[in-house]
């Protein structure tokens, strides 16, 4: 008798400032959508542990996509990318997500990222608020200086290990090895746009001065960060959260900064109660 | 009590030579670096995966690629079984900690794989600091 998991893969073709992507999402469950952005250089699989929880699919619509460059998303069909560099900014991003949620005709969906994908999430609260029920920014903050690096592509090292073990430490030691070997794994996949990616996070990514603009009657935002996260430390997003009005924090403890891939028995024990917050306030 | 430099240079040379993780990607793990923990320095040597020598008394103009350099307090830290958060890793303590990281790091960048690997193997091994 053959395993299948009950989770589907399926492409649909949105265009976003005139790039046409042929965008591949995985999905499980039924209700409430909860659509999940990967991190930085990496892909949807990040979400596996959650697209196949019962305890969530039960109540929540889960779609984990590809970012366009990423995992099964190819580059622009209609452009010839390979002649321009590839550096994401906060407005195609965003762009990007509303035209892959109009694409499925879904209704209210809850948005939560990881890394670049939290801080998407928090721009998304600030400038589409009545296009998402709330939004979950994990491993985010205002700012995310730093990792804008040329070492993530850099032609005398081998970029797919460069970037894999460069994020390992971003991982807490308490994590399963095989759920952290895992994400190294997935990290050696996305070299080459790993660097542009973080242009988005480190460089054009920096909402300093604007959080108390964020309307969390019409859009709650429940940030939450692991205890092991260098990059996006834990004193990061607490300061994140506190300028914005009704803003939630949650810290998780011996996690690190890709919690739903490192360990997600551990990550869902959070998430349930951030489900549960916005239940109570939407 | 603190291990004698002699017997952590052993102890790390026998727990590098056999790791699984280190054996499976071994050939051109090839460079020479220097940790620097305040009170004790050494150069380890790398020779396709093995650990060719470890200098445990280098002189001023000894040669290495690159060096991680710490207190030894951070370099305690890094070689506790299960190390406090900002204390698990060469980027986390050069971000948030003391950690500097010198000389030619495209040499550690192309290495990463096992080095971290490598250096990891202090929460088993401990330090000589």
Same mark, same amino acid.
């Given at each position: 008798?053959?395993?299948?998991?009950?989770?589907?893969?399926?492409?649909?073709?949105?265009?976003?400032?005139?790039?046409?992507?042929?965008?591949?999402?995985?999905?499980?469950?039924?209700?409430?959508?909860?659509?999940?952005?990967?991190?930085?250089?990496?892909?949807?699989?990040?979400?596996?542990?959650?697209?196949?929880?019962?305890?969530?699919?039960?109540?929540?619509?889960?779609?984990?996509?590809?970012?366009?460059?990423?995992?099964?998303?190819?580059?622009?069909?209609?452009?010839?990318?390979?002649?321009?560099?590839?550096?994401?900014?906060?407005?195609?991003?965003?762009?990007?997500?509303?035209?892959?949620?109009?694409?499925?005709?879904?209704?209210?969906?809850?948005?939560?990222?990881?890394?670049?994908?939290?801080?998407?999430?928090?721009?998304?609260?600030?400038?589409?608020?009545?296009?998402?029920?709330?939004?979950?920014?994990?491993?985010?903050?205002?700012?995310?200086?730093?990792?804008?690096?040329?070492?993530?592509?850099?032609?005398?090292?081998?970029?797919?290990?460069?970037?894999?073990?460069?994020?390992?430490?971003?991982?807490?030691?308490?994590?399963?090895?095989?759920?952290?070997?895992?994400?190294?794994?997935?990290?050696?996949?996305?070299?080459?746009?790993?660097?542009?990616?973080?242009?988005?996070?480190?460089?054009?990514?920096?909402?300093?001065?604007?959080?108390?603009?964020?309307?969390?009657?019409?859009?709650?935002?429940?940030?939450?960060?692991?205890?092991?996260?260098?990059?996006?430390?834990?004193?990061?997003?607490?300061?994140?959260?506190?300028?914005?009005?009704?803003?939630?924090?949650?810290?998780?403890?011996?996690?690190?900064?890709?919690?739903?891939?490192?360990?997600?028995?551990?990550?869902?024990?959070?998430?349930?109660?951030?489900?549960?917050?916005?239940?109570?306030?939407? | 009590?603190?291990?004698?430099?002699? #017997?952590? =240079?052993? %102890?790390? $040379?026998? +727990?590098?030579? &056999?790791?699984?993780?280190?054996?499976?990607?071994?050939?051109?793990?090839?460079?020479?670096?220097?940790?620097?923990?305040?009170?004790?320095?050494?150069?380890?040597?790398?020779?396709?995966?093995?650990?060719?020598?470890?200098?445990?008394?280098?002189?001023?103009?000894?040669?290495? #690629?690159? =060096?991680? %350099?710490? $207190?030894? +307090?951070?370099? &305690?830290?890094?070689?506790?079984?299960?190390?406090?958060?900002?204390?698990?890793?060469?980027?986390?303590?050069?971000?948030?900690?003391?950690?500097?990281?010198?000389?030619?790091?495209?040499?550690?960048?192309?290495?990463?794989?096992?080095?971290?690997?490598?250096?990891?193997?202090?929460?088993?091994?401990?330090?000589?600091?």
């Amino acid at each position: 008798m053959a395993k299948h998991s009950p989770v589907i893969g399926r492409y649909v073709t949105i265009d976003v400032d005139g790039y046409e992507y042929k965008v591949f999402y995985l999905r499980n469950g039924q209700g409430q959508p909860l659509v999940c952005q990967h991190t930085a250089g990496c892909h949807n699989h990040q979400w596996r542990g959650l697209l196949e929880d019962e305890a969530i699919t039960r109540d929540y619509d889960v779609i984990a996509y590809d970012l366009a460059r990423h995992g099964k998303s190819d580059p622009p069909h209609n452009r010839e990318w390979w002649k321009e560099e590839y550096l994401l900014t906060a407005d195609h991003y965003m762009k990007f997500v509303v035209a892959f949620c109009d694409a499925l005709e879904l209704k209210n969906p809850i948005f939560m990222g990881s890394s670049f994908g939290g801080n998407l999430a928090l721009q998304l609260a600030l400038h589409h608020p009545d296009r998402f029920r709330a939004v979950i920014p994990v491993e985010a903050a205002e700012h995310a200086p730093g990792f804008f690096l040329d070492w993530w592509r850099h032609p005398h090292a081998n970029a797919a290990q460069v970037c894999a073990s460069g994020v390992w430490d971003l991982m807490a030691p308490q994590s399963p090895d095989q759920d952290r070997w895992l994400t190294w794994h997935y990290y050696t996949q996305g070299s080459e746009v790993f660097r542009g990616d973080l242009y988005f996070y480190s460089i054009d990514h920096d909402l300093r001065g604007q959080l108390g603009n964020i309307d969390t009657r019409r859009c709650p935002v429940i940030m939450m960060t692991g205890t092991y996260d260098y990059l996006t430390p834990p004193e990061a997003t607490e300061n994140t959260a506190r300028q914005i009005p009704g803003g939630i924090y949650i810290e998780m403890e011996d996690i690190g900064h890709f919690p739903m891939s490192e360990n997600y028995p551990l990550f869902a024990v959070y998430l349930r109660e951030a489900l549960r917050i916005i239940e109570e306030r939407t | 009590m603190v291990m004698s430099l002699r #017997d952590w =240079a052993v %102890r790390f $040379s026998e +727990a590098s030579d &056999r790791d699984a993780t280190i054996g499976a990607m071994a050939k051109y793990f090839t460079c020479t670096y220097m940790w620097d923990m305040g009170t004790a320095k050494v150069i380890v040597e790398m020779i396709d995966g093995k650990v060719y020598r470890i200098n445990t008394d280098p002189r001023p103009l000894d040669a290495y #690629d690159f =060096a991680l %350099r710490a $207190s030894p +307090a951070t370099w &305690r830290e890094f070689a506790r079984p299960v190390p406090e958060p900002m204390y698990h890793g060469i980027w986390a303590a050069s971000f948030r900690r003391d950690l500097k990281i010198e000389g030619n790091t495209l040499v550690m960048m192309q290495n990463l794989r096992n080095f971290t690997v490598q250096f990891e193997l202090l929460r088993k091994v401990g330090v000589p600091v």
